[in-house]
C-alpha cells in the first residue's frame, strides 16, 4: 500500500485526522520510557543528545533509566549533517520514525495508511506554525496537547513561530550536481562527500537552505536563559513534534530536484550508494517496532520502492538556473547545450581572495575582502565572454564564511555584498548573498569533539550579485566588502567568530 | 548522475613519490638509523656495553643520525599530512599553492626533526646508560600502550585534525602556513612520539617495524577527532573497512537489497 505525505496546510483543518492522529501517536510514543528504542526521546537521542543540555531543558532527570551503552553506541548520535549523507540519513530517519507513529496510530484504532503531513513553508500563506502545534490544547481544549512545545521561540524569540520569507530560498534546486566539494566552491544540492559524518564541516545546498535556516527560525532561544529552542540545536531538534514535518518538507525537495530539467541524479559512487558501512564505519540502523531498519543510501532513491510519495513534487515556477542566468547578459541558449554544460560538472574552485577573521555580535559585522587582481580578470574575462554565447557556461562565484565558531547555534543573519555605507541592507535585495544559520555550531567549536574545534564553513552562492555588479561595472573594484546583518541582535555571550570571509571562482 | 569532481592530483603523486623514493633509500641505503650502530658490532643483543659515550657519538654523529631521521620522516609521515596539505592548498591562490604547501611541510618536519633529536638522544642515552637493549624495548613498548590509550593521545589527534582559517595575501600567508605546519607537526609529534621511541628501540627489527608503525598511524589517523577517554585507539575503523570489503565480495552485505520499513 503506497502512503501519500500531504501538505499539512491542505489537510482540510487545523486538527484534520492526520493531525489528529499524529498527535496521538506522538503521546504514545511520549509515554514510553527513554530505554524504550520506539520511546520519543530515544529517537529524539538518535539524531543528537546532548545530557547536560536536555537536563537544562527539563528532558533528562536522574531518575531516567539510560539504555545500555552497546545500544547508546549503536543508535544515538547519528544524524548526518555537513554530509552527502545528509538527504539519504534523514530519509530513512523520517521512514522509521513514521513506521513507529503508524503501529501506535494503528494500536489506536487509527488508518493503516496513516503518513507523516509536511510543512512547506515556501507556499503563500503556508509559512506560519500549523495551528496545531501552536495551542497548548487538543481541540477539545484539554491542555495537554504533545504537538505544542514551551521551547519553540520563534525568529523574534516571543513564541509568534513562523518562517520570515525574506530568511529563507529554494536556490539549491538549481545546483545540477548532487555533490559538492569543500574547496570553496559549491558544496552541491545534497553535500559533500565525507565518511559517516555526525556533524560535517561544511553543509549541502539543501541543508544550508531551507533545512538549517528554518531549524534556526523556529526554534529561536529563550530570551530569559538564553538556552535554545530544541529546533535551533541538533541535539535537541528531534523532541519537536514540528521536526519530522519539516524534514519531511526537505525529503520532499529531494524528490523535486530529481524531477528538475538541470537536475543530474543521485550520486553513483559506491561510497554514497553502500553507505558507510561499506567503508568501516557506523551502519545506518533505526530501531522499528519488533525489529531494527539497517539501510543504505542506494535504498532511499526511489519512493515507490520505499512505499510513499508526496501529493506535490512540482519544481518551482522559472528558468533553470544557467538559462536564466545566460538571459541576464541577453544570450539565448538552447537548453540541450546549458544541460550538456552541467552534466559535465564543474571544475575545481580557485581562492580570488578573503578577509582576515571577524567578530560577530551586535547589530551588524562589517568586513572588506580584498581581491586578487590576476583571479578577478580571469572572472571578468568569463563574463564578458557569456555575451558572446561563446561560453555558456561563465564562471560561479561564491562568498565562504571559514571557521565560523560560536555557543549559540539560534544565531541568523543576513549576508550583503557592496551595499552603499549609510544604506540600509535590507533596501537592497538585489545585492544579498544570502542568509544563514549556526545549525550545529555549538559542537563544532568544542576542541575535543568531532569537529576537533574547527567550527562550520557555510558556502553562499553570489553569481547573481557578482553578475550585476559586473554589468553595472561596478566589479572593478579590488575588493568586496561584505556586511553582515543578524535577525536579532548577537549577545557577546554567544562568541560568534569567522575564521576569514573568503571568495572562490569556479568554472562549470 | 553526479560524479562530483575530484581527481588524482598532481601533487599527490609528487608526495607518494617522495614517499616511496625515501623507504627506497631507507631500504637500499644500508643503515637507517644509527642506533642499531651502537648495538652492533656483532650480534643482537649483545653489544659493547662497556662503550663510552663518546664512541656512541663517533658512530651516531649528529650529521648522520638527522639524515635518517629526516629519510625515515619522508617515508613515515608525509603520507600522514595529506589532509592539511589539501586544506592548505584549497585555502591558497592557486598562484600561492606550492609555496604555501612547501611552507607548511618546512614547519612540520621542523618540528619533527627536533623531536627527532631529543628521541634519539634519549634512545643513545639510555643504551649507554644501562645497556640492555631488550629491557628498553619491553619499557618503551609499555610507554606506548600506556600512551596509545590515555586522554592526552587523544587530545593531540584531535589537533592534528584541524584545519585553521589561513591569511590569503603575502606575508601574512607564509606566516599562516609555516605557523599551520608547526602546530601540526607539534600535534603529530605528541601523537607519535612513543610509537617512534618503540621504533628506534627495536635493534634490527628497526626497518619492519617503521613500516608496521606507519600503516598503524596511517589507520589511526582514519579515526575522526573524538572526546577525550581512556581507551585503546587505532586501527579498527581499518579493520572494519576490510571486513565491509570482504562481506561485499562474499555477498553476505548486499547494498543494494530491497528494503522494507
Known sequence: MVKTRKNVWELGGDWADPILWYARGVK???SRPLSDPTAWRFYGAIHGIDRR??????????????????????YWQQCQHGSWYFLPWHRGYVLAFEAVVRDAVVKLGGPADWAIPYWNYFKPNQNQLPPAFASPDWPDGQGDNPLFVAQRFGPNNDGNVFVPMDQVDQNALGDSQFIGASDGGSPGFGGVNTGFRHGGNVHGGVETQPHDMVHGLVGGGDPNTGLPGLMSDPDTAGLDPIFWL???????????????????????????????ASIGQRAFILP?????????????????????????????????????????????????????????????AELMGASGSLRVSGTEARASVPLDAAVQFSVTRSLRSAATAANP???????????????????????YINVPDGDDPAKHPE?????????????????????????LTFVLEITDVIDKLHLDGALNANQLHVRLVPRLPVPDAAQISIGRISVYRQSP | MTQGRRGLDGWLVVLATASLLAWSALAFGGSILMLPALCSANAWPVMPLSASFDSALVFNAPAR?????????????????????????????????????????????????????????????????????LTWFAVALAVAMLWQVSPAKQW???????????????????????????????????ACWALMLLMLLAGKGQFPAMIAIMLFLLAERLEGPAPLAWQWRGGAKAIRLVAARLRIRTGSLNPMAEVSP
Not at chain 1, 53 to 74: A, M, R, V
Not at chain 1, 298 to 317: A, E
Open chain 1, 393 to 415: 557556461a561563465p564562471d560561479r562565484v561564491f562568498l565562504n564564511l571559514e571557521n565560523v565558531r560560536g555557543l549559540n547555534d539560534a544565531t541568523a543573519f543576513s549576508v
Open chain 1, 246 to 276: 519539516h524534514h519531511a518538507n526537505i525529503d520532499r525537495l529531494w524528490e523535486v530536484w530529481n524531477e528538475m530539467p538541470g537536475s543530474t541524479g543521485d550520486p553513483e559512487q559506491p561510497n554514497w550508494v553502500k553507505g558507510p
Open chain 1, 28 to 30: 504514545a510514543m511520549q
Open chain 1, 288 to 348: 522499528m517496532p519488533g525489529r531494527n531498519f539497517t539501510y543504505t543510501p542506494g535504498q532511499m532513491q526511489n519512493l515507490s520502492t520505499l512505499g510513499y510519495n508526496y501529493d506535490d513534487v512540482s519544481p518551482p515556477s522559472g528558468l533553470p538556473q544557467m538559462v536564466a542566468r545566460l538571459q541576464r547578459f541577453g544570450v539565448s541558449v538552447a537548453d540541450s547545450v546549458t544541460r550538456s554544460a552541467a552534466m559535465a560538472g564543474p571544475k575545481s
Open chain 2, 65 to 133: 643520525l638527522a639524515w635518517g631521521w629526516a629519510l625515515m620522516l619522508a617515508a613515515m609521515m608525509l603520507p600522514l599530512v595529506v589532509a592539511p596539505l589539501r586544506h592548505v592548498r584549497e585555502r591558497s591562490f592557486a598562484r600561492r599553492r606550492t609555496r604555501a604547501m612547501l611552507l607548511f611541510v618546512l614547519g612540520y618536519l621542523a618540528v619533527w626533526m627536533a623531536a627527532g633529536m631529543v628521541l634519539q638522544v634519549a634512545a643513545v642515552v639510555a643504551l649507554w646508560t644501562v645497556p640492555l637493549p
Open chain 1, 53 to 74: 543540555l536536555w537536563t537544562q531543558l527539563g528532558f533528562l532527570s536522574s531518575g531516567n533509566q539510560l539504555p545500555p551503552n552497546d545500544t547508546i553506541k549503536t
Open chain 1, 431 to 455: 545585492l544579498k548573498a544570502g542568509n544563514i544559520a549556526l545549525f550545529g555550531v555549538r559542537k563544532a567549536t568544542e576542541a575535543d569533539a568531532q569537529h576537533a574545534g574547527d567550527g
Open chain 2, 156 to 190: 593531540c589527534l584531535n589537533r592534528c585534525h584541524r584545519k585553521p582559517a589561513l591569511a590569503a595575501f603575502e606575508p601574512a600567508a607564509d606566516h599562516d602556513a609555516f605557523r599551520f605546519g608547526l602546530a601540526n607537526g607539534a600535534a603529530c609529534a605528541g
